[in-house]
């Protein structure tokens, strides 16, 4: 049995995850979290919800937005148009599959970025045909991931379930900005569900159809540099690099988080910032820092919205596994969104001085403009209209004609100087966003250990479903009071679970199979002298203490498993 078909039994078999409607016989891409996989969920959440948003709650805040959105959002946003991956489709079965992922597969070729005639050359040339049934395959075309909907009962009122949580943050943004004293940087962060009609979902939790995402979308001013890099001092991140990988080099190298932006290799210094951030929480999930990297996309391989994108990488045993996405989008969203719905999405910045700016202006002729004929000023305003002030001047230049009638007769550009106290602009935004049950699933496969054909999921205290577990040693009336007693003493400042089922050995191999740091144990001793036994999951050891001093020890072993 595989590495992750291990974690993959002992998610079902623990109450971590499983397939959805398995008595159906399961939907691919969709999982069920179980209870315990629900209480490392929300942990994970409440964790990236302190280092994203209370520990820099001076510029971000949370908001929440339906996951149902309107078409005419996703047009402005390009997603009805590109929000696609390949399919192709074998012509004696039918059957449909992700054609970058079949070329992959079978020929060993990145088909990453590659448009749908190359991926269809590359499937004929390297002759692969259909796993299933042998034959050959179609030609190559794009399917797009929104699911659709109605809203409400008339068919005309399209929608889709968002495929990500950003775009109720751009259309939201003036509001917050508004309510949020109209100062940058804002940072508007959100977390819910989501969904992508994926064409072939795998990997379990790593390619799902719905679940759940974390996501900052930050909204800065370009020209503002003056970014708090010392939050994260000297710390390094490891990063390959696009001019790395154009070089075939596979191995990241090291940079502070001040060299990221002093050598350009993040085009704001904002982006530095947020994977500092990013790398931080990693981290806090127990992943160790020599198995975790930042890879740059090429161009081709970043989504139509990013000028910039980094893939966090987590290394998994053999494997190489996103964990985080984080994309510089300019003010690509924002633009889009002013044009389409024709509301101003810009923010005005105040110069500390006024300035003096030389400005040109188009000034028609309507005395000379209203006595020609209707046809001629028709063809008039409609060659002129939306020309910038530049655009007329080149045309007066070049002595363009109307009706066979001189452009200058009717129209001139004059300059001006003009004091201005501020501009306009749409903030660019960073966004860093994280899936949750990448997060989970990540945690708990980098968790798994086996040791004397046990298992034992050592997750770090801040994450495990549990922080210690109450145990009396026999299944007698006053062993099974004073544990509930110490239970009860416990719940105050700890997560506990109680178990008396079963033997002490099967209650002790439960708890570190899903990962509980700690195990308080109440045996007949304890009656005598109020000692109480604590062991360890990881390492098995055992020490006795009075019940008096149970808290502060616990308090003290739960800091130190944290280091």
Not at 117 to 144: M, Q, Y
Not at 163 to 174: D, I, L, R, V
Request: hydrophobic share 35%; charged share 30%.
């Amino acid at each position: 049995m595989s590495e992750t078909e291990k974690v993959i039994e002992l998610a079902k078999r623990r109450g971590i995850f499983w397939p959805s409607y398995e008595i159906y016989g399961g939907i691919g891409g969709l999982y069920d979290i179980g209870p315990i996989g629900t209480r490392i969920k929300n942990k994970i959440v409440n964790l990236w919800r302190q280092i994203f948003v209370e520990d820099n709650n001076e510029f971000v805040v949370e908001i929440e937005t339906p996951i149902i959105t309107p078409e005419k959002v996703f047009k402005a946003s390009g997603h009805i148009d590109r929000f696609t991956d390949p399919i192709v489709e074998c012509n004696k079965c039918h059957k449909v599959y992700r054609a970058d992922h079949l070329v992959e597969e079978f020929a060993h070729i990145s088909a990453e970025g590659l448009n749908t005639t190359e991926i269809t050359s590359l499937i004929r040339d390297k002759g692969i045909r259909c796993p299933s049934c042998g034959g050959d395959f179609g030609d190559v075309r794009e399917f797009n991931l929104l699911f659709g909907t109605t809203i409400g009962p008339y068919s005309d009122s399209k929608g889709y379930l968002r495929p990500e949580t950003a775009q109720g943050m751009f259309t939201s943004f003036k509001r917050v900005y508004d309510s949020s004293r109209q100062k940058l940087p804002l940072g508007i962060a959100q977390i819910g569900r989501v969904a992508r009609n994926e064409i072939s979902p795998r990997q379990g939790l790593l390619r799902m159809r719905e679940f759940t995402i974390m996501e900052v979308e930050f909204f800065m001013d370009p020209e503002d540099k003056d970014v708090p890099l010392w939050k994260y001092g000297e710390d390094i991140i490891r990063v390959l690099t696009a001019e790395l990988k154009q070089k075939k080099e596979e191995k990241p190298i090291s940079y502070k988080v001040s060299e990221l932006v002093s050598e350009k290799a993040v085009i704001n210094p904002w982006m530095a910032y947020w994977m500092a951030t990013a790398n931080k929480f990693v981290k806090e999930l127990g992943i160790s820092e020599n198995n975790i990297y930042f890879e740059e996309k090429l161009p081709h391989e970043r989504a139509h919205y990013s000028s910039q994108t980094f893939d966090q990488m987590i290394v998994l045993g053999n494997d190489k596994i996103e964990i985080s996405g984080h994309a510089y989008r300019g003010d690509y969203d924002l633009s889009n969104h002013a044009k389409s719905s024709g509301q101003d999405l810009t923010v005005f910045k105040k110069y500390s001085t006024p300035i003096t700016v030389k400005k040109k202006s188009v000034i028609i002729n309507k005395d000379k403009l209203n006595n020609e004929d209707k046809n001629l000023i028709k063809d008039f305003m409609k060659r002129i209209s939306n020309l910038s002030p530049e655009q007329i001047e080149t045309l007066i230049k070049m002595d363009e004609k109307i009706n066979g009638k001189s452009l200058s007769e009717f129209v001139s550009v004059v300059e001006r100087e003009e004091k201005e106290s501020g501009k306009k602009f749409y903030p660019h935004v960073v966004e860093p966003s994280f899936g949750v049950e990448r997060c989970l699933y990540i945690s708990v496969a980098n968790a798994y250990r086996e040791k004397k054909d046990r298992i034992v999921l050592s997750l770090p205290p801040k994450i495990a479903p549990y922080e210690v577990a109450v145990f009396p040693l026999l299944e007698r009336g006053e062993l099974v009071e004073r544990a509930r007693k110490i239970y009860l003493m416990l719940k105050t400042g700890f997560d506990v679970m109680f178990d008396d089922s079963g033997s002490i050995g099967k209650r002790y191999a439960r708890s570190d199979e899903i990962g509980v740091p700690f195990a308080i144990t109440i045996d007949p001793q304890t009656l005598q002298d109020d000692t109480i036994t604590i062991r360890d999951r990881d390492t098995w050891d055992q020490i006795r203490v009075k019940e008096g001093e149970l808290i502060n020890t616990l308090k003290e072993l739960v800091i130190n498993k944290k280091r």
